[in-house]
């Protein structure tokens, strides 16, 4: 089973939120990482936006390694 947990850590500011994020295949956590400042009125639609684009970014900074 495949899991993408998105943990509000509660230290985000007014509408700002700070986000640990888990990948885990079964119990294995396989990635982990993190978003902050996520606008809470882009909705959790928004917060996985946001988290795809910083995975491109991760991405093609290994490419061109």
């Given at each position: 089973m495949l899991v993408v947990a998105?943990?509000?850590?509660g230290t985000g500011g007014e509408g700002m939120g700070n986000y640990?994020?888990?990948?885990q295949i079964?119990?294995?956590?396989?990635?982990s990482d993190r978003i902050e400042?996520?606008?809470r009125s882009s909705?959790?639609?928004g917060?996985?936006?946001k988290y795809a684009k910083q995975l491109e970014?991760?991405?093609s900074d290994n490419i061109t390694q």
């Open positions: 998105f943990h509000n850590d640990n994020i888990t990948v079964n119990h294995k956590v396989i990635h400042n996520h606008d909705g959790w639609e917060l996985i936006q970014v991760v991405q």
